[in-house]
């Protein structure tokens, strides 16, 4: 990108965070190109100091002279930031959201504001390997959307969707999947754990597994059943677990998990 851009982010938590590591660390900007707002001053100061940008209480200095500006709030405090912010957004200036639920329609009604994308990451773009999904209003530019789309690149995949409600959707698979990968994790490793390895021990088990597993898929593409049934030796150790876990109503739990995510995803853009 231009090194003359400035983007501003507006809310400096997590998300945020992982962002501006992705974007410093494949050189997309470099730290001057980047101001960062949050009213927390812990925070505030965190940031300067880890990813030497610069940092302000004011939203509203900020997003003065940013070429792209990211939301980075909860969806909760969207509706009173969006008054703060309105009639003070430079026409150029290109906003992207990755407030979970908040539509490309009310984020350009309450910023008065046309050109916006729309975007649901996930916190894997901490190490580059995170998965968004985006769309963008017609009254992107074509620099713009560029731009977005060289941004979102660096966290990891990137996937632009026509119809923004795949965002919605996508918040049930890929914005909170890693939470529900951890659990899983977790569990393996508890379970490891109480046969008796060391949690170190579990934990190389279990990681090395699952990564191990992604890869085989994505190498071979083949179906997962075709790969779980060259592990599920007939009559053998495999099959009982997978029974136990069908018992345990695996496959539904998941899938009312997901779709859960994706309701309340909706709801939370009702709440700006
Ligand atoms: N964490 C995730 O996995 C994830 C993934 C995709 C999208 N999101 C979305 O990203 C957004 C931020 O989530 P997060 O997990 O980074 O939350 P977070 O709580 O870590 O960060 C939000 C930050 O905003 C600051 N803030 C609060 N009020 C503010 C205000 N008025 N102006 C400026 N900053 C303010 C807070 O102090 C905090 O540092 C949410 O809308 C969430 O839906 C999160």
């Known amino acids: 990108m231009r090194s003359d851009l400035q983007m501003a982010f507006i809310g400096s938590g997590v998300m945020a ?16 190109q980047i101001i960062a707002s949050d009213p927390l001053e812990s ?10 940008i ?13 070429a792209i500006a990211v939301l980075s709030v909860k ?13 003070k957004i430079a026409l150029d200036t290109l906003i992207m ?3 979970a639920g908040a539509s490309i329609t009310s984020l350009s009604q309450g910023l008065n504001h046309a050109s916006i994308v729309r975007a649901m990451p996930n916190t894997p773009a901490q190490v580059g390997m995170g998965m968004t999904v985006w769309s963008a209003s017609p009254e992107v530019t074509e620099v713009q959307h560029s731009y977005s789309k060289i941004i979102l690149q660096a966290l990891g995949e990137e ?10 959707r996508a918040t049930g698979i890929s914005g909170a999947g890693p939470a529900f990968v951890f659990l899983l994790i977790e569990a393996i490793i508890d379970a490891g754990v109480q046969m008796g390895f060391t949690r170190d021990q579990a934990q190389i088990l ?4 699952i990564a191990g597993s992604v890869e085989l898929m994505r190498r071979t593409n083949e179906h997962p059943t075709k790969l779980r049934n060259q592990v599920t030796s007939p ?4 099959a009982v677990g997978l029974y136990e876990l069908e018992k345990g109503r695996i496959r539904t739990t998941i899938c009312d998990a997901v779709f859960a995510t994706f309701e309340r995803t909706q709801k939370l853009g009702k709440l700006s």
């Open 54 to 66: 610069r940092t302000t209480s004011h939203n509203t200095e900020a997003i003065q002279g940013a």
């Open 235 to 238: 009559g053998g150790a495999t």
């Open 97 to 99: 959201s990755i407030v």
């Open 75 to 87: 969806p909760q405090v969207l509706g009173s930031l969006m008054q703060t912010l309105r009639g």
């Open 17 to 32: 965070e992982a962002m501006i590591s992705g974007l410093l660390a494949k050189k997309v900007v470099t730290a001057d």
């Open 206 to 209: 279990t990681l090395q597994t």
């Open 159 to 168: 996937m632009e969707v026509l119809h923004e409600y795949e965002i919605d």
């Open 43 to 52: 925070r505030r100061l965190y940031m300067q100091q880890t990813y030497s």
